[in-house]
Nanobody
Framework: QLQASGGGLVQAGGSLRLSCAASGRTFSTYNMGWFRQTPGKEREFVAAITWGVGSTYYADSVKGRFTISRDNAKNTVYLQMNSLKPEDTAVYYC????????????????WGQGTQVTVSS
């Protein structure tokens, strides 16, 4: 089970840190990803971090502003979001999977419930 939290309302240029706490199993051997979705659009890849080495991958739209990290001891993944823009407004989902296709939602078998991020201009 994955539980995302940390969303909220923030002004443009501000920061938020999302957390994704895993329970029920050890997620240290899973790749973890963050996706986001706005009404009427498909779920969009944001960032991913692999198990083991912890390689990170980002969508071009967030590169340089967002940072994904994981704390395996706490079974938690984070998404630090800086310099937020109104176009970052979405419901953010965390996910866990074992496929190497990190940027595609079908690579992830387990999903959290989503947390709303709203960036005002």
């Amino acid at each position: 089970q994955l539980q995302a939290s940390g969303g909220g309302l923030v002004q443009a240029g501000g920061s938020l840190r999302l957390s994704c706490a895993a329970s029920g199993r050890t997620f240290s051997t899973y790749n973890m990803g963050w996706f986001r979705q706005t009404p009427g659009k498909e779920r969009e890849f944001v960032a991913a971090i692999t198990w083991g080495v912890g390689s990170t991958y980002y969508a071009d739209s967030v590169k340089g502003r967002f940072t994904i990290s994981r704390d395996n001891a706490k079974n938690t993944v984070y998404l630090q979001m800086n310099s937020l823009k109104p176009e970052d407004t979405a419901v953010y989902y965390c996910a866990a999977g074992r496929s190497s296709y990190y940027r595609t939602s079908t690579a992830y078998a387990l999903w959290g419930q989503g947390t709303q991020v709203t960036v005002s201009s």
